[in-house]
């Protein structure tokens, strides 16, 4: 795959719809070209794998659950506790591999990026290692992307950062996990405007 321009970075990084909502991170930056897709699964840590792993047995289970009808409605419940605690246990695991000294907090996140300020500049195009720690035990993903922008604000950098170099079902996990938060979000406002 050939290196993408700037201007087609910044295209791709508005390819998905952004959630404006802070999740932890890790971005270390790398020397050399982006990584190839076989490089990013040789790299991806084993915890990453098992989470992303049980993400998707977890689903499968629970759909083919659906079928049964409502005998199974307090099978799927118990289910439903048991991958729970499994999750508990993943998020456990999974905040092992957050380095304190390459952490910082999105301002906003999608499927196709992340935005975050730093104390530091970064170059365009450069590439980093990234691991997204999503909110409410929604999962991690480990990948590679490259840095479309870099503006001063407030004595920060705000970077924008292209998520280049994903697994397709990564990528899935962090749209469900973007909509999910905009649920949430719209839930919180409607609250808010019933209450006022």
């Given at each position: ?40 699964v ?27 009808g ?10 439903q ?29 999608s ?20 691991k ?43 749209v469900?996990a ?11 406002k ?7």
């Amino acid at each position: 795959m050939k290196e993408l321009t700037i201007e087609q970075l910044a295209d791709a990084y508005e390819d998905y719809f952004s959630v404006e909502h802070g999740i932890s991170i890790n971005a270390k930056p790398i020397a050399g070209a982006l990584p190839t897709a076989g490089e990013l699964v040789a790299a991806i840590p084993p915890p990453f794998l098992l989470a992303s792993d049980v993400n998707s047995l977890n689903g499968s289970a629970l759909r083919s659950l659906n079928r049964l009808g409502e005998l199974a409605d307090e099978l799927a419940n118990y289910l439903q506790q048991q991958a729970r605690k499994i999750d508990l246990l993943l998020h456990y695991v999974l905040k092992q591999q957050d380095n304190p000294s390459e952490r910082f907090t999105t301002q906003s996140y999608s499927g196709s990026g992340c935005c975050y300020l730093a104390n530091a500049p970064l170059a365009p195009l450069q590439t980093l290692e990234l691991k997204l720690f999503l909110a409410n035990n929604d999962g991690a993903v480990f990948c590679y992307g490259q840095v479309v922008s870099c503006e001063s604000v407030a004595e920060k950098w705000q970077i924008k950062v292209v998520l280049s170099r994903i697994r397709d079902e990564d990528r899935e996990l962090i749209v469900r996990a973007s909509l999910h938060q905009q649920s949430r979000l719209l839930k919180q406002k409607a609250e808010q405007r019933q209450q006022t």
